[in-house]
Structure formats: C-alpha cells, structure tokens
C-alpha cells in the first residue's frame, strides 16, 4: 500500500484579473469551450449555449456539484487508528527502571454506518448535479424572455417609423390643403400631434431595444461589447411548434423536471440520515491491543471498548429522521403537484394568446384588404389621397396590435416549457 500527503498549493484571487478575464469574453469562446462550431447568424439555442459555460449562477452550480462530488470520498472513508506512546522512569529499585509501551485503538464502525453515510453522500450529489440543471433553465428562461423582448423592440421600431412615414405624408398633405382653403386647421393640428406621440413610441421603442440587448448579455454572461457585431437570426420565432398533449407534458413535469427529482433525492437522503440513526443504537467497537515494557517485565494487553446502550438508545434522533423523512415525502408530493398545475395554467394562457394572435391575423388582412380597395379606388380617381394614408396608418396600428399579440405569445409559449422544463 503506498501512502502519499497532498501538499498545499496557493492560488491567490485578484478581483483586478477577474475583471479583466470579463471584459475580454465572447461568443465565440464560449462556443469554442462547449465544443461547438460558431455560427454565422446567432439563434436562441446558440446564445443558451453560450450562457451555458459563461454565466456566473450556472458556473456556481457547477463548483458547487464538484464540492459534493468530492464528499463522497470522505464519507467513504474508514476512521483510522489511534497510535499511543508514553514511556515513564521509574526509581531505581535494582531493575532496569524504565517503562516504555504502547497502545492502539483501532475502531470498528457497525450496524452499516459507512454505508448508510455513503448512501447520503451519494443523494447529496445527486441534489447539487439536478440543481445545476434548474440553474441551468432558469437562466435560458430569462435569457428567452430577453431574447424575444429584443426581438419585439426591433419589429415595434420597424412598424413606428413606417407609420411615422406616412404621418409625415399626411402632414404634408393636410398642411396642403389648409394653405389652399380646402382644410380647417384643427385637423392639421391633430394629424401633427399624432406624429409626436409616434415619435415618442418610436424613441421607447428604441431604449427596449437597447435594454433587451443588454439584458441579453447579462444572462449570457458576457459585456454588452461582445453582441456589437453579433447578426441575430430570429426566424425561429415566425411559426409556432406543435405541441405535445396537455397529459403529456404534465407527466414530464411530474416526473422529469429537475426540481421534482430534486426532492426525490433529498428523500433518499432523508432516508440515509434514517438508516444512519438506526446505526447508531449499536455501539462502534474500539479494539485496544497494546504492549508495555515494565522494567524488564513484557506486557500484552489487549482491550476492547464499547458504549453501553443502557440510558441512551438514540429514540430522539431517530423519531427526527423519521419525521425529516415524512417531511421530503410530503414535499416530493408538492413538487409535482406544482409542476402539473403550472403546466395547466401556462397551457390555457398560451391557448388564449394564440387565439388572440389569429384574431389579430384577421385584423391585419381585414386591413389590408382595405387599403387595396382604397388605393385602387385612388388610380381610378374615385377616391382622395387622404383616405389611402389613413388607411396605411390603420394598418400600421393593426400590425402593431398583432406585433404585441406574437410577443405575448411567445411569452406564454416560454412560460409552458419553464412548467414542463424541455425545449419544445
């Protein structure tokens, strides 16, 4: 058998170098620490990748995991012997007047206390690897949040200044008018003010649009500087997935999201810590051989120590573990009746949001219809200039209507895989 010491290694921390390892990440080099191939145009599963390696909480959880992977060996471990050593002079009394000799205490765990430790350990771990992996989804739902918030901001900022275009027109054209007689200002003075308000709902637009980037680069977990020249490829968000069954992802929230199974292992440590109390009615067994010197004499001994349980049979600890254990159960139940009822709401939400996202669909093609007629209207000089513009307005109102309608869809379609926990 070979005995080894670790040895200490100093790794001193400088918050000036954490700093600096920050401002110097991008993309492409959590994509190249993932394994992955960096891409040309940068879609939600690309960025959640990415936040995957570069994000503090998710890093965290992951020391943290290593942390109670490394207990297993110390909870595997066997308690080691004791060595003891006092030699003693005696007066001199015609003998040699020394008294030299020692003893051991070699300690026998029973009643499977080492197994019953590992067995917590092993729970333990089991804990710290699923909470990395609700770390993992709380950060890509945050992420996804952001991800659509921009991409909501960008089209919002797109619709404002086409509707502000035609506003401007309109302006122009009542402006027109009004110099020739054929226009009472008050209807100038409106079409005006409604160009300021679009303005400021163009501007707003604009400060979302910036907020949402930087949110982005917060949940990924690089500076804003890293998205500079970053293409985004939204096209994923065009159409939306056919999902499973609304038994379906009930039973893959009650059985498979992590915080569920997070609980189931925390019973099994429940358990363990039960197991281990129940151990502990039977006494360890100290084995205590030893050898003495005696001024000349030689000496074997050979003890064996115990604790009695006479007053003491560990009914308290084991009436908590008992309890503790009832407890994770009671909390096992909770976790998937909670994980089944947010899968229920988060699907008649999302059923509703696309209801209203097709009642917006038929707005805007009722619309449109609309401003064909009046344009063709318009060639065939049966109709004015003016009603062509407002109807473009109309329209542009209409599409930011549906705009809003897509966004909350895609929201809620987010709020259904954070309750089933799985991409959909």
Not at 37 to 65: D, I, Y
Not at 220 to 232: D, H, K, R, Y
Not at 245 to 256: C, F
Not at 286 to 296: E, I, K, M, S, T
């Amino acid at each position: 058998m070979t005995v080894s010491c670790s040895s200490y290694q100093a790794k001193p921390l400088s918050v000036e170098s954490g700093m600096a390892a920050f401002s110097g990440r991008t993309l492409s080099s959590a994509m190249q620490a993932a394994g992955e191939k960096v891409p040309g145009k940068w879609n939600f599963a690309a960025l959640a990748t990415a936040s995957n390696q570069m994000h503090g909480e998710v890093r965290l959880a992951r020391a943290q995991a290593e942390t109670a992977k490394a207990a297993l060996q110390t909870a595997g471990a066997r308690p080691n012997p004791t060595f003891g050593f006092a030699p003693e002079r005696a007066i001199p009394g015609g003998g040699s007047p020394w008294i030299m000799g020692f003893t051991l205490d070699v300690p026998i765990e029973t009643g499977g206390k080492r197994n019953a430790r590992l067995a917590k350990a092993v729970a333990d771990a089991q804990t710290a690897a699923l909470h990395v992996t609700e770390v993992i989804w709380a950060n890509r739902s945050k992420l996804r949040k952001a991800w659509i918030d921009l991409h909501g901001a960008q089209r919002r900022m797109a619709v404002l200044e086409k509707q502000l275009a035609v506003q401007d027109e309109t302006v122009k054209f009542l402006d027109a008018q009004v110099k020739a007689g054929e226009m009472s200002r008050p209807v100038l003075l409106q079409s005006r003010l409604l160009v300021s308000q679009t303005k400021l709902l163009a501007a707003n637009a604009r400060k979302q649009a910036a907020e949402a980037r930087a949110d982005v680069a917060v949940e990924i977990g690089v500076p804003q500087s890293a998205l500079e020249n970053v293409v985004f490829d939204f096209n994923k968000l065009a159409n939306l997935p056919s999902l499973p069954s609304a038994r379906i992802l009930r039973q893959a929230a009650a059985t498979q999201r992590p915080d569920v199974l997070s609980a189931v292992a925390e019973y099994a440590a429940a358990e363990a810590v039960l197991r281990m109390e129940i151990a502990k009615q039977y006494p360890d067994v100290h084995l205590g051989p030893g050898y003495q010197f005696d001024q000349g004499i030689n000496k074997w001994a050979l003890g064996i120590n115990l604790t009695l349980p006479i007053f003491d049979k560990n009914k308290g600890p084991i009436a908590e573990a008992e309890a503790r254990r009832a407890e994770a159960a009671v909390k096992v139940e909770s976790a998937q009746v909670k994980a089944m009822g947010e899968v229920d709401r988060a699907l008649v939400s999302y059923h509703a949001c696309v209801q209203r996202q097709q009642t917006a669909d038929a707005l805007v093609a009722e619309q449109r219809k609309q401003l064909e007629s009046v344009e063709a209207m318009v060639r065939a000089g049966e109709g004015d200039r003016l009603s062509a513009l407002s109807s473009q307005v109309e329209l542009s109102a209409a599409e930011l209507g549906r705009l809003e309608a897509e966004i909350e869809t895609q929201q809620a379609l987010g709020a259904v895989e954070d309750a089933a926990q799985r991409p959909l």
